[in-house]
């Protein structure tokens, strides 16, 4: 089973190579002894990509994995998939 479509995968993987450049960039701030505040701008940008990466990848589980497991009769598993997002959103 795909559990994600070319779509979702191609935009998930952009987003999360952006975040790799970020993150590089970021160790490159901390070598250079860049200002705290700009390195701690830099990483609330990065967290809210991930947050972003995040929602895409609990969208397409509820669109897809969920709805297909409601579509073959896995209510039960359905119902505590969608807990399981519900409480990791909350984190």
Same mark, same amino acid.
């Given at each position: 089973?795909? !559990? ?7 935009? *998930?993987?952009? /987003?999360? +190579?952006?975040?790799?450049?970020? *993150?590089?960039?970021?160790? /490159?701030? *901390?070598?250079?002894?860049? !200002? %705290?505040?700009? =390195? ?5 940008? =990065? +967290?809210?990509?991930?947050?972003? =990466? ?10 897809? %994995? =969920? ?18 997002? !519900? ?5």
């Amino acid at each position: 089973m795909k !559990y994600m479509d070319d779509k979702n995968k191609a935009k *998930v993987i952009r /987003r999360l +190579k952006l975040l790799e450049g970020q *993150v590089r960039g970021l160790q /490159r701030m *901390v070598e250079n002894d860049t !200002y %705290c505040i700009d =390195v701690t701008t830099q990483t609330s940008a =990065v +967290k809210q990509g991930l947050s972003n =990466v995040e929602d895409l990848l609990l969208e397409n589980h509820l669109g897809h %994995c =969920v709805f297909h497991q409601i579509q073959s009769g896995q209510t039960k598993k359905a119902k505590e998939e969608i807990i399981k997002v !519900y409480k990791l959103k909350r984190k």
